[in-house]
Structures are given as structure tokens and as C-alpha cells.
């Protein structure tokens, strides 16, 4: 039986879900930075009428433009995935950034969780506690395209799925059966992170040198957030789209120029 896995990705979480509020409009806080706005300003800016939202949309992309991300960082989101590869999915823990403390004049990294705490967080189903004896699994296009190699790769989950099952009615937890798990295994996480780290991993994940399934992830996250807020998610994409130029350098796929070529005035 094909057990094939589809991605699917849903936003289960961003400001004023599921009221009239612009989303945006969160963003507008920031302007506290610049004016001597009070508790009652500062709620105006929120949910009140005078507020135009061409003038938001102008803010913020005012904000990205100058390069003043920080207030970005207030916008938090939640999204979910399913039918993403145990493989993939490793590459997910390179997002978590750790906040940095500051002491007598020298940066400190903290991974503390008490002291410290990361841009990003994620949950994800555990191996250990959830048996794989009826796994999904992902099956790269390069294999599925060539139909003897396909087959044998059905063949060989079919049998490590075979394998979890007997496992299983044998008495051996699913911690230890999960060893002989292949990575095309199906896994299902959960994300929270705020807009300014998605748009850097829009920057990475959506390059066209990115992964195949990971490029198809974001891209695909990449369209549910623009419709949602597109301010937020002006100009945001692969590193090219944003900032103008290929940072990969010899790596390069040559859609854009590298930074060292705009430099030679190239």
C-alpha cells in the first residue's frame, strides 16, 4: 500500500487572528520610538479608526527599507506542517537563534532557557513515544522519476515498515524499533517564530540553491504570509529578491549578481 506523505502546512497563529484588527497594525507600536506616545496613543494605533491602512503599509515598508528590522521581531506566528521528511526537518534547528546578553562590555551567548531564549521554538512528534508501524513517508522527485529505482525504494519501506510492526507485537518500545526508521519518514512540527527571523529564513529556504523539499515548504509558507501581511512580507524571499544581489558568491546559481560582481560594476 503507497503511503506516500503530502506537504501541507497551515498558520494556526499571527496578531488579531480572527478579529477585524489589521494584523499590521502591531507593527505601528514602534512608533513609540519616534514620537512621546502614552498608553491610550499607543492603543489608538492599534484598534482605532483613525488609522488608514495605506499609511501602515507605508510605515512598515519605510521600516524594512531602512533596515530598522527590530520592531519586526514584536509579530509573532505560529505555523504547523505535515507530510515533511525527518530529514528536512533537522534543518530547522539551524533557525534557532539565541538571544544575546551583554556584561561589562562583552557579548555572552546564553542557551540557558532561564537567562536566554530562542527566536525560534518548535515542537515535533516524538519517536520515541510515537510508534511508526503505519508510517507516511516522502519520496524525492529524482527517484520517483525513474520507475525501477522507485519501486525499489516502495519495496524497502514497505519492508522497514514490515519490520516496525513485527517490532512492535515483539515487545520492543517504540524508542528502540524507532532505530531502524528511515529518514523519508513522515514528521509533523509545529513553529513559532516572528516576522523578522522568517524573512531570513525566507532569505535561506527560498534560494533556489535550497533544498528541494525545504525550498517547497517555504515557498509555499512564503505565499500564506505575504496574503496575510503583505507589508511584513514586502520584498521578502530568497536573499536575491531582498536584498538586490546573490550572497552565496561562487556558489552563485547566477539569477542575480554576487556582491563582488556589483563591486567590479558588473
Not at 505601528?28 to 498608553?39: F, N
Not at 522507485?150 to 513485527?166: G, K, M, N, S, V
Not at 513553529?191 to 535561506?204: D, G
Not at 528541494?212 to 536573499?239: H, T
Request: net charge neutral; glycine share 6%.
Amino acid at each position: 500500500m503507497n503511503r506516500e506523505a503530502q506537504l501541507r502546512t497551515e498558520i494556526l497563529y499571527y496578531p488579531f487572528m480572527g478579529t477585524p484588527v489589521d494584523t499590521e497594525r502591531l507593527v505601528l507600536l514602534s512608533k513609540i520610538c519616534y514620537s512621546p506616545l502614552g498608553v491610550d496613543d499607543l492603543q489608538e494605533l492599534l484598534t482605532g479608526e483613525s488609522v488608514e491602512p495605506t499609511e501602515t503599509g507605508r510605515f512598515i515598508r519605510g521600516l524594512i527599507k531602512s533596515g530598522h528590522l527590530g520592531t519586526l521581531e514584536h509579530w509573532y506566528t505560529t505555523f504547523a506542517v505535515e507530510g515533511y521528511s525527518r530529514i528536512s526537518s533537522q534543518q530547522n534547528d539551524r533557525h534557532r537563534l539565541i538571544k544575546v546578553l551583554k556584561e561589562a562590555g562583552v557579548a555572552v551567548w546564553v542557551s540557558d532557557g532561564e537567562q536566554g531564549s530562542p527566536d525560534t521554538s518548535q515542537l515535533q512528534q516524538s519517536q520515541r513515544y510515537v510508534a511508526e508501524t503505519d508510517f507516511r513517508y516522502v519520496v524525492p522527485p529524482s527517484i520517483r522519476e525513474r520507475p525501477e529505482l522507485y519501486q525499489r525504494y516502495l519495496r524497502q519501506l514497505a519492508e522497514l515498515q514490515e519490520f516496525q510492526r513485527d517490532a512492535r507485537v515483539a515487545g520492543v518500545p517504540a524508542e528502540d524499533a524507532r532505530f531502524l526508521l528511515p529518514n523519508a519518514v513522515e514528521t509533523r512540527f509545529v513553529v513559532t517564530t516572528n516576522a523578522r527571523q522568517l524573512r531570513h529564513m525566507f532569505n535561506l529556504r527560498c534560494c533556489d540553491r535550497a533544498q528541494w523539499e525545504i525550498r517547497a515548504l517555504f515557498c509555499d509558507l512564503l505565499e500564506k504570509y505575504q496574503a496575510i501581511a503583505p507589508n511584513l512580507f514586502w520584498r521578502a524571499g530568497a536573499s536575491c529578491v531582498e536584498l538586490g544581489f546573490c550572497p552565496e558568491g561562487s556558489m552563485s546559481c547566477g539569477k542575480a549578481p554576487t556582491l563582488s560582481q556589483l563591486r567590479k560594476g558588473l
